[in-house]
């Protein structure tokens, strides 16, 4: 069973999909970064590569972002950060990107340099499913999953596709537009997750304006986990401006969404 696999079959508490962008806000602390997320708990880690036309991204990813390019993060850097920090986690790796960068780096050189550095899965947003044969293919022959994104407006044939090929689980997309913050989990969220579930049995992550508690208790009464990014990377920030511990301001974020700070 894959390191995905055991996370989502794992019994007990509301399953969380913890994001934060490779090279945030330095190399250095970017890994003590995904130790910390993996103690607070969080069930997957997705590690974002920082490209600089991140389509799907709001501002607050979208300036963790900068700040990661303007640190030097590549591509090949944050597969040597994932490899860096694997042995201390227990938790899968998940990369979430964008195809140009696999393609500069050349897919088979990517997908052998994600297979060493310990990934679990591969989340390329902007690859559309019907060109994604030779990339999950190369993924697979190297035991990593290929996930698929599906949204409010995705078709039944195309959501039925999606389910038919991903790997690993998949990734609903609440609501459309970018990542970022919101006050409530959207109203298109659990109508979305239905229409996943009638069609496979794959595990569904729900993210995009997942910041909260109790959004997070709410979402996983009908998804099998909930993805927070954007309310995380802000607390990278945060902490990096006033001078705070980082790592330690992301443990207990962890803690608090997953309702484990009291233990």
Not at 143 to 169: C, H, K, M, N, Y
């Amino acid at each position: 069973m894959s390191r995905l696999a055991q996370a989502f079959a794992r019994p007990g508490q509301p399953k969380l999909v913890a994001f934060a962008t490779a090279g945030d806000p330095d190399v250095a602390r970017s890994a003590d970064v995904l130790r910390a997320m993996a103690r607070g708990g969080a069930d997957v880690l997705e590690v974002g590569v920082p490209f600089s036309d991140p389509i799907a991204d709001g501002p607050v990813i979208q300036r963790a972002i900068e700040r990661a390019l303007a640190g030097g993060t590549t591509m090949r850097r944050a597969l040597d950060l994932v490899r860096s920090v694997r042995p201390d986690l227990d938790v899968p790796v998940v990369l979430f990107t964008y195809v140009n960068p696999v393609l500069r780096m050349g897919t088979e050189e990517f997908v052998s340099r994600a297979a060493d550095a310990g990934v679990d899965g591969v989340l390329l947003l902007d690859l559309p499913i019907e060109e994604s044969a030779a990339t999950r293919d190369a993924l697979a022959r190297r035991g990593i999953d290929q996930i698929f994104l599906v949204s409010p407006t995705t078709t039944p044939a195309r959501l039925r596709e999606a389910a038919r090929l991903g790997r690993g689980f998949l990734y609903a997309i609440s609501r459309l537009g970018v990542t970022g913050a919101r006050d409530a989990v959207a109203e298109s969220a659990a109508p979305l997750v239905e229409r996943v579930r009638e069609v496979t049995s794959l595990p569904v992550a729900l993210g995009f304006g997942i910041s909260r508690p109790e959004h997070v208790r709410e979402v996983t009464r009908f998804a099998d986990a909930a993805v927070v990014g954007s309310a995380l990377v802000q607390v990278i920030a945060d902490a990096t401006r006033t001078g705070g511990d980082v790592p330690a301001r992301v443990e207990a974020f962890i803690r608090w969404l997953k309702g484990t700070s009291g233990e």
